[in-house]
C-alpha cells in the first residue's frame, strides 16, 4: 500500500520554461474583492484575470511615468512623496496650509536634487542623526532627505589598526 503523506495535491509542477502562469495568493478585503469581481464580469474576464490585467496596468503606468519623467527626476519625485510624508506626520500639518512645514518640504527637496547629484558623482557626505527636535533646521532638511530615500552616499569609516599586543 502506497503512502500519500508525503504526496503534494494536485499535479506535479511544471519546469519554469513550461509554465504560462505561477500562481499568486493574498487577501483582500470583502469591498475590494467584489469590486475586482464586478470588475472581471464587465470585462469578460475572470477574477484571476481581471486581478492580472489590473496589476500589469499599475505596473505599466509607473514605467510610463518613470520614462516621461527620465530616472533621475522620477527617483527625485519618489523621494519628495516620501519625505513630505515623513514630514507631515512628525509635524501633523499638511505643506500647504503651515508655513514652516512648507518651508521644510522646500528646503527638503532642494536637500534632495542635491544628494541625488552626490551619489551619482559619488561625493560622499555625513548626514545628520538623531533627536529632530534638538536639530536645526538644515540639519532637518538633511534627515528628511536622508529619510526619503536619497541620502548622500556617507563617506568610508576609518578603521584604525593598532599593534597593541
Known sequence: MAS????????QPKPPEERKRNNLTFRARDELREQIRVSAEASGRSVSEEIEHRL???LAKTEQIRFDLGEDVFRIA????S???????????SWIEDDEVYSLFCGTTCELIRNYRDRVLKNRRNFP??????MSPDEQVQYFAALGGLAPPRPPVEVVVTDED
Request: no cysteine; glycine share 12%; net charge positive.
Open 4 to 11: 500519500s503523506e508525503g504526496r503534494k495535491r494536485g499535479g
Open 56 to 58: 500589469e496596468l499599475s
Open 78 to 81: 519618489r523621494a519628495m512623496a
Open 83 to 93: 519625505s513630505l510624508t515623513h514630514i507631515e506626520d512628525w509635524k501633523e500639518k
Open 129 to 134: 542623526r538623531g533627536d529632530l527636535n534638538k
